[in-house]
């Protein structure tokens, strides 16, 4: 059974940075995507980053366009953990943000939440002065 176990979330002032953790526990593919998602009160859950490893090799990196340059996303020592580094963080970057993971990320699909098959409890990052 695979859970999924974030971590890192918290409250910060405009321009101040977080790091979100993930890991997928009891995973056990050679390939894995592995991602956030994020959803504000009112709104949808969108898209944050992903990342897809076949192996060790990295087949697969995409960003949303409003978090390029501030959010890098990394693999960790272990091959089904990711770390999300958000920097330069603004007041609309507010949400509960989620990781998730599948066996593939769908490539121009990736943004597609129905196309994950596990998921975290999700983590608060609030950005406010």
């Known amino acids: 059974q695979v859970q999924m176990v974030e971590s890192g979330g918290g409250s910060v002032q405009p321009g101040g940075s977080l790091r979100l953790s993930c890991a997928a526990s009891g995973y056990t593919e050679s390939r894995i995507c592995m991602g956030w998602f994020r959803q504000a009160p009112g709104k949808e859950r969108e898209a944050v980053a992903i990342h897809y490893t076949v192996g060790a090799a990295t087949a697969q990196l995409s960003y949303a366009d409003d978090v390029k340059g501030r959010f890098t996303i990394s693999q960790g020592n272990a091959k089904n953990t990711r770390y999300l580094q958000m920097n330069s963080l603004k007041p609309e970057d507010t949400a509960m943000y989620y990781c998730?993971?599948?066996?593939?990320?769908?490539?121009?699909?990736?943004?597609?939440?129905?196309?994950?098959?596990?998921w975290g409890q999700g983590t608060q990052v609030t950005v406010s002065s």
């Open positions: 998730a993971a599948n066996l593939y990320c769908g490539n121009s699909n990736w943004r597609l939440t129905n196309l994950y098959n596990y």
